[in-house]
């Protein structure tokens, strides 16, 4: 799950919308907009009153913004172990340091948790949280199409050298 957000992060900057609406006028990524649609997506599909969202959404928003420096210095490490190369001992310090991350997520998870009880219910809760995942899965559906689903399989992506693909042999009479 803590993955996925982290993708859906990254690709947020090519998404349009969450709910197959327009770009804004310049086309590109608006976090406003997009922190618009997210509040009213889980407010409608978790029946948040107006008070409800009015004090859920400064927690879940302090969250998101602890979750994402997390997921942002995992990736910073990442790319720098892949430019310069890295050793097995190198390579296993990293993958503690994933792990401790994932760690950190879900601690910083539970600890909000608490949080979002005080304001909410726990039904409205757990709402919330598949509102979240229809969000989620809605905007990696609308990049796929925005993208006219130009990388399906077998398909080259742009940029990539041609790879020749292997020759089955058949087999003789």
């Known amino acids: 799950m803590k993955q996925l957000i982290t993708i859906v992060c990254i690709l947020l900057t090519l998404s349009v919308s969450a709910q197959n609406r327009r770009p804004n006028p310049s086309g590109q990524f608006s976090p406003a907009e997009y922190a618009k649609q997210q509040r009213e997506f889980f407010t409608q599909n978790a ?13 879940y928003n302090e969250l998101q913004q602890k979750k994402r420096e997390i997921n942002r210095e995992i990736r910073i490490a990442m790319r720098q172990a892949g430019e310069s190369g890295t050793s097995d001992e190198q390579s296993l310090k990293l993958l503690d340091a994933k792990a401790d991350a994932n760690i950190r997520i879900a601690e910083l998870e539970k600890e909000y948790l608490k949080k979002f009880k005080e304001v909410l219910p726990a039904s409205k809760i757990l709402k919330v ?23 399906q ?14 020759q089955m042999q058949r087999s003789g009479n």
Do not use: M, V, Y
Request: without cysteine.
């Open 153 to 166: 399989q077998g398909q080259q992506r742009p940029g990539q050298p041609q790879r020749p693909r292997p």
């Open 129 to 151: 949280q598949n509102a979240e995942e229809q969000f989620n899965s809605q905007i990696l559906k609308d990049i796929q199409q925005s993208r006219g689903h130009q990388f």
């Open 47 to 59: 029946d948040l009153t107006q008070e409800e969202a009015d004090a859920f959404f400064p927690i």
